[in-house]
Nanobody, 115 residues
Framework: QVQLVESGGGLVQPGGSLTLSCAAS????????MGWYRRAPGKERELVAT???????NYADFAEGRFSISRANAQNTVYLQMGSLRPEGTAVYYC?????????WGQGTQVTLSS
């Protein structure tokens, strides 16, 4: 059973930065792509960013230019660097890994924007 463990969430002021980590229990080359999603209070879960096995990235419009997704293959970890955070960024951030046949989700890490 694949496990994805997110970390790095917390309380941050608007305009601040935060880096989230997602550690996988197996080699991330086993996945076609990995990504970050978020669910804000009262809203549907939405895409933040993805990165495929070749390193190609994709961002939601709100994340473009402010967030950066990357992968450390040797550590089986995917990162999400978030900058210029906005109040609407308060959400639970989830890591997702997708293989040919299955999709895996982590338990999520809470990010709260507050001054």
């Amino acid at each position: 059973q694949v496990q994805l463990v997110e970390s790095g969430g917390g309380l941050v002021q608007p305009g601040g930065s935060l880096t989230l980590s997602c550690a996988a229990s197996e080699n991330i080359f086993n996945f076609n792509d990995m990504g970050w999603y978020r669910r804000a209070p009262g809203k549907e879960r939405e895409l933040v960013a993805t990165i495929n096995v070749g390193g190609k990235t994709n961002y939601a419009d709100f994340a473009e230019g402010r967030f950066s997704i990357s992968r450390a293959n040797a550590q089986n970890t995917v990162y999400l660097q978030m900058g210029s955070l906005r109040p609407e960024g308060t959400a639970v951030y989830y890591c997702r890994a997708r293989s040919l046949s299955r999709t895996y989700w982590g338990q999520g890490t809470q990010v709260t924007l507050s001054s």
